[in-house]
């Protein structure tokens, strides 16, 4: 069974940074795919960015040049460095994560980030 635990959310000011971590407490699993969504309020859940455990990345068009998802896949790790942040990225994030291609989604609890003045 997967357990992931979210890390490093908050309240930063715009064009602040801040630092996500997701890390599964639970399994000894090979991760294939770990990432990242979020849902701001009234709002659907969307992906921001996702990495497989051959290092290939995707992100949302929203956050490219600004967020980076990185893996430490020997120890199901992943991070998300979030920088020049904008109100817009106000949202609650959840970690995802899948076994296999196609296989079940896990989610964490979910961490929020506020970006305001």
């Not at 940074?17 to 890390?23: E, F, I, N, P, T």
């Not at 998802?69 to 991070?79: A, E, F, N, Q």
Request: proline share 3%; hydrophobic share 30%.
């Amino acid at each position: 069974q997967v357990q992931l635990v979210e890390s490093g959310g908050g309240l930063v000011h715009p064009g602040g940074s801040l630092r996500l971590s997701c890390v599964d407490s639970a399994s000894s699993f090979s991760i294939y795919l770990m990432g990242w969504y979020r849902q701001a309020p009234g709002k659907q859940r969307e992906l921001v960015a996702t990495s497989t455990r051959s290092g290939s990345t995707n992100y949302a068009d929203s956050v490219k040049g600004r967020f980076t998802i990185s893996r430490d896949s020997g120890k199901s790790l992943v991070y998300l460095q979030m920088n020049s942040l904008k109100p817009e990225d106000t949202a609650v994030y959840y970690c995802n994560a899948r076994l296999s291609v196609g296989g079940k989604d896990y989610w964490g609890q979910g961490t929020q980030v506020t970006v305001s003045s």
